[in-house]
């Protein structure tokens, strides 16, 4: 009947230091253990230092993307 495997992302500025960040990598490393497919997208380079610890069944993709905060989209 297909793959019922839950898979969720979250969607970033950067895997800072910040408090959202933390909370992410703690939600995530639950539904990790659960059996969910987790990926944590982030607009920040791949070099970019990551302050919390992500378990590494985590998907982390970095694209390297400016993040602007005082721009707009149009």
Known sequence: MGDKTMRVAFVLASLGPG?????ISLIAAKWIAHGWEVSVI???APDAPVYHNFDPRVRLVRLNLPTDSG???A
Not at 19 to 23: I, P, S, Y
């Open 42 to 44: 982030a607009f920040d």
């Open 19 to 23: 408090g959202a960040e933390r909370v």
């Open 71 to 73: 721009s707009r989209m």
